[in-house]
């Protein structure tokens, strides 16, 4: 079963403008969440994170919103630019318990 | 310096064969981990050491052996290959297992034939 969704596969957005990408998920158990950001041939690099406390955490161009009631999180990023095209892995965690859950990634494509 | 290096990057065998893949990581970290993203994409964790001591162990066949020499090197080793092996498997670190930030290696492509 899928603990981690993230429902879009891919994204294609121009450069300049805001790029979202959405996650959901389904244990209320979770209280980490992490995006992870991953081009060819590499392993997964960390982006940004939120710990179930807050709702908001920026972090220059990344912002990460976190609704718990809709167990859903969101990856913005503005302004896009192509280097940013990579897939995107939303990660859950129920800290002290599970390792990290990944969802299967959302490609980004910014187009110049 | 790579934070988190495994080798091969690339490796291709037929079936039936042994194969070990290495990883190493040089940020002192006490937690390593081995994930496998399958064809559908998912990275899913095969394997956690802590401190060299085994921590989880997911639902993978007993052909996966991992094996932590120090808390520095976690190797996977695969006996008896199948097709459903061919996969990218990730080798990762973190500080402590508590869904902390995880550090991974660039991957290893394996493909059986």
């Known amino acids: 079963d899928q603990q981690v969704k993230q429902n879009s596969p891919s994204l294609s957005v121009q450069e300049g403008r805001i790029s979202i990408l959405n996650c959901d998920y389904t244990n209320s158990m979770f209280d980490y969440f992490l995006w992870y950001k991953k081009y060819p041939a590499e392993g997964p690099t960390f982006l940004i994170s939120?710990?179930?406390?807050?709702d908001k955490n920026e972090d220059g161009r990344f912002t990460v919103f976190l609704n718990k009631s809709a167990k859903h999180l969101s990856l913005h990023i503005v302004p896009s630019q192509p280097g940013d095209s990579a897939v995107y892995f939303c990660a859950a965690s129920d800290t002290g318990n599970t390792p990290l859950v990944f969802g299967k990634g959302t490609r980004l494509s910014v187009i110049a | 310096d790579t934070a988190v290096s495994q080798t091969p990057k690339y490796l291709v065998t037929q079936m039936g064969n042994d194969k070990s893949i290495k990883c190493e990581q040089n940020l002192g970290h006490d937690t390593m981990y081995w994930y496998k993203q399958d064809s559908k994409k998912f990275l899913k964790i095969m394997f956690s050491y802590n401190n060299k001591e085994l921590i989880i162990n997911e639902t993978v066949p007993n052909r996966f052996s991992p094996k932590s020499p120090d808390k520095a090197h976690l190797n996977l080793h695969i006996n008896s290959l199948e097709l459903g092996d061919s996969a990218v498997y990730f080798c990762?670190?973190?500080?402590?297992?508590?869904?902390?930030?995880?550090?991974f290696g660039e991957g290893s492509w394996l493909t059986v034939v």
């Open positions: 990762a670190s973190s500080l402590g297992g508590d869904g902390n930030t995880i550090y």
């Open positions: 939120i710990s179930s406390i807050k």
